[in-house]
Every structure is written in structure tokens, then in C-alpha cells.
């Protein structure tokens, strides 16, 4: 069974960090490009950041960049989001999903590409 599982979500203050982890069950992330995406309440489901299957290309949303990192261990078939100087606007469900591709530096935020989802983890910045 392919699945994807995110972890590492919870309640933190504004300006503290939380680190996002997607690991892979059943498949391996060797050839696929992995995004994350968040859906806040009443809101429709947003990129934020993406790898390619090399992780030698990244992108980020205009709202998270130089606060968010992506990167990924294939090694351990994890996939890590870095979050820092979290603002209360963070406040969302986070999914991380996976792209099956030959191309090695494709790294996309459009939801519709993506094959396989997880079930997401809630991340909640509030004092």
C-alpha cells in the first residue's frame, strides 16, 4: 500500500519553528518531485514549497520565502519542511504530496499534477 505520512504539526507561539516531516511508505521517493501544500480553514488548498526528485530545484510561495526550507533525505525516504518565524497566517492543515517524474529537476505547486496525498498534519501558531 503507497501512502504518504506527515508529521511533526502542532501548536507553537508567533516567531517559533516547527519542523514538517513526509515520509514514504511503500514506494520509494527516489523519482518523485514532493510538494507541500496547506489548507486553512474556509480556504482553498495552496503550494508552498516543492522538491524536485534530486533536490537540486526548489521553490517556495511568496508568503513563506526565506522563513520556509524544503529538503529530503532519500535515504531515510523523508521529505522535511524547516519552519521558522512562524506568523499566526501559517495556521493550516500541511500535506505533503508526491509526483512521479523522469525529469529530475521538475519541481511544481500546482495540487493537480500530484499522484499520491497524505492526510495532513494541523499547524497552529497562536500566543
Known amino acids: 500500500q503507497l501512502q504518504l505520512v506527515e508529521s511533526g504539526g502542532g501548536l507553537v507561539q508567533p516567531g517559533g519553528s516547527l519542523r514538517l516531516s513526509c515520509t514514504a511508505s511503500?514506494?520509494?521517493?527516489?523519482?518523485?518531485?514532493i510538494g507541500w501544500f496547506r489548507q486553512a480553514p474556509g480556504k482553498e488548498r495552496e503550494g508552498v514549497s516543492c522538491?524536485?526528485?534530486?533536490?537540486?530545484?526548489?521553490n517556495y510561495a511568496d508568503s513563506v520565502k526565506g522563513r520556509f526550507t524544503i529538503s529530503r533525505d532519500n535515504a531515510k525516504n523523508t521529505v522535511y519542511l524547516q519552519m521558522a518565524s512562524l506568523k499566526p497566517e501559517d495556521t493550516a492543515v500541511y500535506y505533503c504530496?508526491?509526483?512521479?517524474?523522469?525529469?529530475?529537476?521538475?519541481?511544481?505547486?500546482?495540487?493537480?499534477?500530484?499522484?499520491?496525498w497524505g492526510q495532513g498534519t494541523q499547524v497552529t501558531v497562536s500566543s
Open positions: 504530496a508526491a509526483l512521479k517524474t523522469p525529469v529530475q529537476h521538475m519541481c511544481v505547486m500546482t495540487r493537480t499534477f500530484f499522484d499520491y
Open positions: 522538491i524536485s526528485s534530486s533536490g537540486g530545484s526548489t
Open positions: 511503500g514506494f520509494t521517493l527516489d523519482f518523485y518531485a
